[in-house]
Nanobody, 124 residues
């Protein structure tokens, strides 16, 4: 069975940094697009970032561009989200997810498997 396990969340001061990790098992990791999403209390789940299977293309929501970097290590079956210059509005539960190849242009939809989430709290 596919399993995604996020780690690296925690409490950080505004302006600080965190690196989230997501370890995948039960799938051919190198064949899948990977994404990061987040959800704050009372809000809908929001797309944050995605990376294609061979690390040649990335996309970010506007609010994190220039601050967050998504990357992956296919040899380790792991995707990362480096978060710099954190703001209180980044506070949320962060989830990683996988997407098999699909014939659509949008990269923020059609993810099939999800991790349990890791809490990121940014204090002001």
């Amino acid at each position: 069975q596919v399993q995604l396990v996020e780690s690296g969340g925690g409490l950080v001061q505004a302006g600080g940094s965190l690196r989230l990790s997501c370890a995948a098992s039960g799938l051919s990791f190198s064949n899948y697009r990977m994404g990061w999403f987040r959800q704050a209390p009372g809000k809908e789940r929001e797309f944050v970032a995605t990376i294609n299977s061979i690390s040649t293309s990335t996309y970010y929501v506007d609010s994190v561009k220039g601050r967050f970097t998504i990357s992956r290590d296919n040899a380790k079956n792991t995707v990362y989200l480096q978060m710099n210059s954190l703001k209180p509005e980044d506070t949320a539960v962060y989830y990683c997810a996988t997407r098999r190849p699909v014939g659509v242009q949008r990269v923020d939809v059609h993810y099939d498997y999800w991790g349990q989430g890791t809490q990121v709290t940014v204090s002001s």
